[in-house]
């Protein structure tokens, strides 16, 4: 199920920073239960995220040139798990759809929206600018990330249906380019022989399934890849932005970090 192209909208209906083919549900979801899609307070906010230290050595793997590469312990495990406990003491409120039979990529998982330049900067100055550095779009060179800074949460059984992410124009002749995701969970982590955890707490379950999967012609898989704790993924998005999904969660929690790299 899901969308094999995007959805043609007004520019009315667009909002910066979030993908194409699923705006029309977000606003509509509104309409049916106000207040799903708070913002949450930066000011409020600000003093929840954990101090992230620079990278200086960041390596990247390409999947597909440099439209879509990914970048191995982008965040260490501390940081990770505090920007998880930062999220969950916030408070996620629930993203759905109407479905493609409504002409909407489907969509079931838990979210968080905050406006916070300041963690924009810091999560863009802590390795991602040296990354960026050669990358140009149309002659424009990476500036930083979009302030508008998303958190998601996908439990047993929610995913994210196929969908393309479009390029927002910021003002000031900024524009976004590139997704950026970073898992916050994934990956193999035994747990220790002293953990008194209750086997039905899925946060303490090692997460199975959640892949983020991109198509090319004729649906075949471009990359697959499984969420690992503070990995980050970029994709290129806009009109070269490739079809892509997240898998059904089958055990565990899936968290994500999302903004987009923005150009100037």
Request: charged residues 30%.
């Amino acid at each position: 199920m899901g969308l094999d192209k995007p959805i043609k909208q007004s520019r009315r209906e667009k909002k910066k920073g979030e993908p194409y083919s699923y705006r029309m549900a977000e606003t509509r979801t509104n309409k049916r239960k106000m207040g799903d899609r708070r913002e949450a307070d930066s000011s409020k906010t600000a003093s929840k995220w954990p101090t992230i230290k620079t990278k200086p050595n960041l390596q990247i793997t390409c999947l597909k040139d440099a439209y879509l590469f990914t970048v191995q312990n982008f965040l260490t495990s501390a940081e990770s798990k505090a920007f998880v406990k930062a999220a969950e003491s916030i408070g996620f409120v629930h993203q759905g759809s109407l479905g493609p039979t409504k002409g909407e990529a489907y969509r079931d998982n838990d979210r968080i929206s905050v406006n916070d330049p300041v963690l924009a900067d810091t999560i863009w100055e802590s390795g991602l600018d040296k990354l960026f550095c050669d990358i140009k779009i149309r002659g424009k060179a990476a500036v930083g990330l979009n302030p508008n800074i998303r958190f998601y949460r996908y439990k047993v059984g929610q995913r994210f249906g196929r969908h393309i992410d479009e390029s927002n124009d910021l003002g000031d002749r900024k524009r976004t380019h590139y997704t950026l995701l970073i898992y916050l969970s994934g990956g193999f982590k035994p747990k220790a022989t002293n953990d008194k955890s209750s086997p039905k707490d899925s946060s303490s379950e090692p997460l199975v399934g959640g892949e983020t999967v991109f198509y090319g012609s004729r649906n075949t898989v471009v990359a697959e890849v499984p969420p690992t704790e503070g990995m980050a993924l970029l994709h290129i998005h806009g009109d070269k932005c490739l079809l892509h999904e997240a898998r059904n969660v089958t055990k565990g929690i899936k968290y994500v970090f999302r903004s987009d790299v923005v150009f100037a």
